[in-house]
C-alpha cells in the first residue's frame, strides 16, 4: 500500500539526516527491515466491495448484513484478510485504537481514512488515541483508489510501524 511506503520513506529520510548508516547496503538492510515492522487494520462500513473482490464470501457478507455487523480487516502476507466483526462505528474506532495500543513500541502511525477532510470516524480514533498515548502526534491521510477498490469508500483504518531491531541508536 503506497500510505505503508510513505512511511518507509519518511523513516528513511530521518535516518539519512541524522547520518546513521555508513553505506547504502546498510540503508537498503534498514529499508528492508521496515518492511516486516508495518501493519494495517482497516473498518470497513460495507461489505459490497470486499464481497466482489474475493475477501469476504457471499455468505460471510450475507450473514454480516444480516446481522448488522461491520467486518475488521487486517493485511497478513500482503493480503486482506476478515479478522473480527463489530457492530457499529464506535466499536470498529474502539477495536483500531486496541489495535495500535497492542504495540508496546511503535515509530509511527497513520489513519487512513476516504475523504479530504477529516471524518467522524477519524475524529474519534485521534481523539481515543490521544487519550492512550497523550505524547504521540497522530497523521492521517485519503488511502489511495487501489486501496478503495478493494475496501470501498467508507472505511476507516490504521497503518502502524513499529521499530526493527536493526535500527541504530545515534
Request: with cysteine.
Amino acid at each position: 500500500i503506497g500510505m505503508a511506503q510513505g512511511m518507509i520513506v519518511r523513516a528513511t529520510l530521518r535516518a539519512i539526516e541524522r547520518q546513521i548508516y555508513q553505506s547504502v547496503e546498510e540503508l537498503m538492510t534498514f529499508i528492508r527491515a521496515k518492511l516486516e515492522h508495518i501493519y494495517s487494520a482497516f473498518y470497513v462500513e460495507s461489505t459490497d466491495f470486499l464481497m466482489r473482490n474475493g475477501i469476504l464470501s457471499f455468505s460471510h457478507a450475507l450473514l454480516c448484513k444480516m446481522n448488522a455487523m461491520r467486518p475488521i480487516v487486517t493485511i497478513e502476507d500482503g493480503r486482506l484478510k476478515p479478522t473480527e466483526k463489530v457492530r457499529n462505528r464506535v466499536q470498529g474506532m474502539q477495536w483500531l485504537v486496541e489495535f495500535v495500543s497492542e504495540f508496546q513500541n511503535f515509530e509511527d502511525v497513520l489513519i487512513v481514512q476516504p475523504r479530504s477532510y477529516m471524518t467522524n470516524e477519524t475524529r474519534l480514533l485521534l481523539d481515543r488515541l490521544a487519550l492512550q498515548f497523550p505524547d504521540k502526534f497522530f497523521r492521517y491521510a485519503i488511502y489511495s483508489s487501489s486501496v478503495a477498490t478493494l475496501i470501498g469508500c467508507d472505511a476507516t483504518g490504521v497503518i502502524v510501524m513499529e521499530p526493527d531491531s536493526y535500527t541504530r541508536l545515534s
